[in-house]
């Protein structure tokens, strides 16, 4: 049974950073993509970033290139979300995902697995 569980999540200023982590257990990941996408409160679900996990392809939001880095860690089975120059604007739960495919996915439908979210809070 696959699992993904985050951590990382909490309150943090205007212009600060937080790092994410997706643990994954449950099988082999090696032909998987892995995502983070977010819920701003009211909203619905939004793709942030996502990466091939063999070969390391990765793909932002606009609203986030430049400021946040997906990278893992294939020892750990661990993913990673490392988020900088924050902005209130980025207040949501974060969720970690994985499809079974090595095509990177915006979409949430496509993605097989979820994680039970994260939250992240920027105060301005």
């Known amino acids: 049974q696959v699992q993904l569980v985050e951590s990382g999540g909490g309150l943090v200023q205007a212009g600060g950073s937080l790092r994410l982590s997706c643990a994954a257990s449950?099988?082999?990941?090696?032909?998987?993509?892995m995502g983070w996408f977010r819920q701003a409160p009211g909203k619905g679900r939004a793709f942030v970033a996502a990466i091939r996990w063999s070969g390391g392809s990765t793909y932002y939001a606009d609203s986030v290139k430049g400021r946040f880095t997906i990278s893992r860690d294939n020892a750990k089975n661990t993913v990673y979300l490392q988020m900088n120059s924050l902005k209130p604007e980025d207040t949501a739960v974060y969720y970690c995902a994985a499809a079974n495919t090595i095509v990177v996915l915006t979409s949430d439908q496509k993605y097989d697995y979820w994680g039970q979210g994260t939250q992240v809070t920027v105060s301005s």
């Open positions: 449950g099988r082999t990941f090696s032909s998987y993509t």
